[in-house]
């Protein structure tokens, strides 16, 4: 099975009326007995909606006007996720998996532009959520599933640089290392 951690940077919640701005992607997979990281792909987007949040911008800390001079079309850049999920699977009867910490919110973002450029999500119409995985191996309650306190009930898990929060091929990486950790328990 091939799993793909997604993580998205966006300037406000809703697609449609905010962008996607940049997405990272870490494929993951069972090898030797182990689940292990392989390729990851990082892309930014090309702004096509008008609404920019000021909080979730000074989140993300992309430039609006570096990627609208240098980001991808949102086809270019579907194209460009789906040939990387189409390139690194093994397991090419099965589905890739979806996974993000909160993947409601990763998800619709990705399968609304993967609409919005033409393409099928290759991902189906399911994700599989590490908060909610977290839930049923660390046996916590919903609330105590941030990223943070799974770090301080993970300590096997390599932490992340602060440095590099919210860059969406960093926290893809995180989640990849939290999901093969959860994957072991």
């Given at each position: 099975?091939?799993?793909?951690?997604?993580?998205?940077?966006?300037?406000?919640?809703?697609?449609?009326?905010?962008?996607?701005?940049?997405?990272?992607v870490v494929h993951v997979r069972r090898y030797q007995g182990?689940?292990?990281?392989?390729?990851?792909?990082?892309?930014?987007?090309?702004?096509?909606?008008?609404?920019?949040?000021?909080?979730?911008?000074?989140?993300?800390?992309?430039?609006?006007?570096?990627?609208?001079?240098?980001?991808?079309?949102?086809?270019?850049?579907?194209?460009?996720?789906?040939?990387?999920?189409?390139?690194?699977?093994?397991?090419?009867?099965?589905?890739?998996?979806?996974?993000?910490?909160?993947?409601?919110?990763?998800?619709?973002?990705?399968?609304?532009?993967?609409?919005?450029?033409?393409?099928?999500?290759?991902?189906?119409?399911?994700?599989?959520?590490?908060?909610?995985?977290?839930?049923?191996?660390?046996?916590?309650?919903?609330?105590?599933?941030?990223?943070?306190?799974?770090?301080?009930?993970?300590?096997?898990?390599?932490?992340?640089?602060?440095?590099?929060?919210?860059?969406?091929?960093?926290?893809?990486?995180?989640?990849?290392?939290?999901?093969?950790?959860?994957?072991?328990?």
């Amino acid at each position: 099975m091939d799993y793909f951690c997604v993580d998205v940077e966006s300037s406000g919640p809703i697609p449609g009326l905010h962008n996607l701005l940049s997405v990272g992607v870490v494929h993951v997979r069972r090898y030797q007995g182990e689940y292990q990281l392989f390729e990851d792909l990082y892309v930014e987007l090309r702004p096509v909606f008008p609404e920019f949040e000021d909080a979730a911008m000074a989140v993300n800390k992309l430039d609006i006007a570096r990627l609208e001079s240098e980001g991808l079309s949102p086809e270019a850049a579907v194209g460009r996720i789906v040939d990387f999920v189409e390139g690194q699977r093994t397991g090419k009867k099965d589905r890739p998996v979806f996974v993000a910490h909160n993947a409601p919110f990763d998800w619709m973002f990705f399968t609304y532009y993967c609409g919005h450029a033409g393409r099928p999500n290759p991902f189906g119409h399911s994700a599989l959520d590490t908060k909610a995985l977290a839930m049923g191996k660390l046996n916590i309650p919903w609330n105590q599933t941030s990223l943070r306190n799974i770090r301080r009930l993970m300590p096997e898990v390599e932490p992340m640089d602060p440095d590099k929060l919210h860059h969406a091929v960093e926290d893809a990486r995180y989640t990849a290392r939290v999901f093969c950790g959860l994957m072991r328990r």
